[in-house]
């Protein structure tokens, strides 16, 4: 099975990265994820209940980080044993990005993308579901956590400002109305009439 995807968050790269490391965070965000600790150099052990289908397993397993370019990203390896359900194992590689049209904003804003990619296998009885099962599976999972992460990130930092130009312009029309209006009835262009009648008088 492969997998690749996208995602674009409103915090920095390095807050992103952070987020990434955090083996708190990721225990909250990875779905039926009971455990995930750090158990030696870059390695973690984890324990997680799966549901594919009509097959329901828990999953105990490490997860290994190689490859480390803080904080760019790194690659990430690991295997579980749900037993009599199968075992999956595989790796994933993570990048981080600036956003630079986020960087280029004035102010700054803070961005950044993240690409991910996805190789695994499975066996035993979650093999014998069928790719489609099992592909479906992966993906709602990745978008379960990328729902999660994202809102832990917007807890933590709060959330992603909004683009400068879209605030500036939502603001500016109904300010400028008021203030226009204000000023028109200060030097009198408020109503016709009045401006005829100061006219003849003057």
Do not use: H
Not at 57 to 66: E, I, P
Not at 131 to 153: C, N, P, V, W
């Amino acid at each position: 099975m492969e997998m690749l995807g996208n995602r674009r968050l409103g915090i920095t790269q390095q807050q992103a990265w952070d987020a990434l490391n955090d083996p708190e965070t990721l225990k909250k965000c990875i779905p039926g994820c009971d455990k995930f600790e750090l158990t030696g150099d870059n390695q973690y052990s984890v324990a997680l209940a799966l549901k594919i289908g009509p097959v329901s397993a828990k999953f105990n397993g490490k997860v290994v980080l190689s490859d480390i370019v803080a904080p760019d990203g790194y690659k990430l390896t690991f295997e579980g044993q749900g037993g009599v359900a199968g075992f999956a194992k595989g790796s994933s590689s993570v990048t981080l990005k600036p956003v630079a049209e986020a960087e280029a904003a004035t102010p700054p804003v803070a961005g950044c993308e993240l690409d991910y990619t996805v190789q695994a296998q499975v066996g035993g009885k979650i093999a014998q579901l069928g790719q489609r099962l099992i592909d479906g599976a992966a993906k709602s999972t990745a978008d379960d956590f990328f729902k999660r992460f994202e809102a832990e990130i917007q807890s933590r930092y709060g959330p992603p400002p909004a683009p400068a130009e879209e605030a500036a312009s939502a603001e500016a029309p109904a300010e400028k109305s008021g203030m226009m209006s204000g000023l028109m009835k200060k030097i009198g262009l408020g109503k016709k009439d009045d401006t005829a009648a100061t006219g003849g008088a003057g």
